[in-house]
Every structure is written in C-alpha cells, then in structure tokens.
C-alpha cells in the first residue's frame, strides 16, 4: 500500500498569500496518478488536479500542481477566501487506491 | 447535469448486513469507473472500493476485503455497494465518485453521502 504523508497539518495563511502544500508518498505513484481535493464543511469533495498537474474542469488557474516519483505539490498562487478549506492527496495508480491525511488550510 | 444519489444507509448493529445504492444520472454511466469512498466522523477520506465500466475489474481497500462487494448495474444506471460482517469502526459517510474515465481515473464527481452508523 502507498502511503501518503501530507504537510504541513495545518497551513495559516492570509488572503492573498501564497499556498504550498505538499504530499510525499511512500513509494513511487504510477503513471503520475496523483490528484487533490478539496473538501469543505458539508460539501461533497472537490477535484481540483489530477494527473499531477492537470487541473479539473472549472477549477481557476490560481491552482497548480507539480511533482513525480514520490514528492508532490499543490500550489496555490493567491488566495481567495473561499480557498480555505481542507486538501487532500489521492493516488489512483495502484490498488489500495490511498488518500493521505489532508492539510487544513485556514485563515491566519 | 452529472448526479450522484446516494442511498441505504442507517443504523445496523455490529456484524449486521447494509446495502448502499447509488443512483446515476446526466452522464453515460456505463463508460465509467465508479468508487466508494467513505469518511469516518473526525477522520479523513478513505477509498474503500473500485469498479471499472464493464464490472470487469474490482479493487477492495484492506480493511473491507472480504466483507463488502461492490456491483453496478449499467441499464439502471446504478452502483451498490453490499456491506456485511459490519464492524465500529465502519460508522462513516459513504460517497459514491464517479472516475473520470472508464479505468483509473481521478474521482471527478461526488454524491452527497449516506450515513451509515454501527452501533449496538
């Protein structure tokens, strides 16, 4: 099983910061299958990314990602209040599929 | 419009039997993957099972195997998840999550979830 470690646990930030969040997995993701999410109270997960750094429909371009092998990255450039949520990372390359623990990302 | 309805859940005692239904709609249900996922009350998300288009493969998370199966029923344009042996620790929301294609795919759509609680 691939084991996905998110950090920081909790990311404060202000509007308009910049966000890194990053998703380190235990052994090499398949074929770069490696999404983000996010989830906010009472929502159904979002996708934002998947194939590392291809972003979902509709998702603004403040959002990227990047990364191989084991280590990636979700950035987002500016934040906008509605950003602050929780993220998580899934890999979709191998069964188990996995989702790591997430990063709450909130208002400093 | 893409949804995802799910439904079944509820309370069951330990080692009782669920099914979960999830109802299709706006989209060619049978050309893609379907998944479940399942969030514990204060923990993360957690994949618990994948069916590709054609019912032709079927993954299983480790803590599920053996006691959920998971089906879909392409005319009805519906996905089942049948739980049973069921345990505590499988108190959660259930998603059905549609994949983006018809193998492995990120998850591009999401129901609303069904609560299914485990207690005695």
């Known amino acids: 099983e691939i084991v996905l470690t998110q950090s920081p646990g909790t990311l404060s930030l202000s509007p308009g910061d910049r966000a890194t969040l990053s998703c380190r997995a235990s052994?090499?993701?398949?074929?770069?299958?490696l999404a983000w999410y996010q989830r906010k109270p009472d929502q159904a997960p979002r996708l934002l990314i998947y194939?590392?750094?291809w972003r979902a429909t509709g998702v603004p371009d403040r959002f990227s990602g990047s990364g191989s092998g084991t280590d990636y990255t979700l950035t987002i450039s500016r934040l906008e209040p509605e950003d602050f949520a929780v993220y998580y990372c899934?890999?979709?390359?191998?069964?188990?599929?996995?989702f790591g623990l997430g990063t709450k990302l909130e208002i400093k | 419009e893409v949804q995802l309805v799910e439904s079944g859940g509820g309370s069951v005692q330990p080692g009782g039997s669920q099914r979960l239904s999830c109802a299709a709609s706006?989209?060619?249900?049978?050309?893609?993957?379907m998944n479940w996922v399942r969030q514990a009350p204060g923990r993360g998300l957690e994949w618990v099972s994948y069916?590709?288009?054609?019912?032709?493969?079927?993954y299983y998370g480790d803590s599920v195997k053996g006691r959920f199966t998971i089906s879909r029923d392409n005319a009805g344009n519906s996905l089942y998840l049948q739980m049973t042996r069921l345990r505590d620790e499988d108190t959660a929301v259930y998603y059905c999550?549609?994949?983006?294609?018809?193998?492995?795919?990120?998850?591009?759509?999401w129901g609303q979830g069904t609560l299914v609680t485990v207690s005695s």
């Open positions: 999550a549609r994949g983006g294609g018809p193998g492995r795919s990120a998850f591009d759509y």
């Open positions: 052994q090499s993701v398949s074929n770069n299958y």
């Open positions: 069916v590709s288009s054609g019912s032709n493969t079927i």
């Open positions: 194939g590392v750094s």
């Open positions: 706006g989209f060619t249900f049978s050309s893609y993957s």
């Open positions: 899934q890999q979709y390359g191998s069964s188990p599929y996995t």
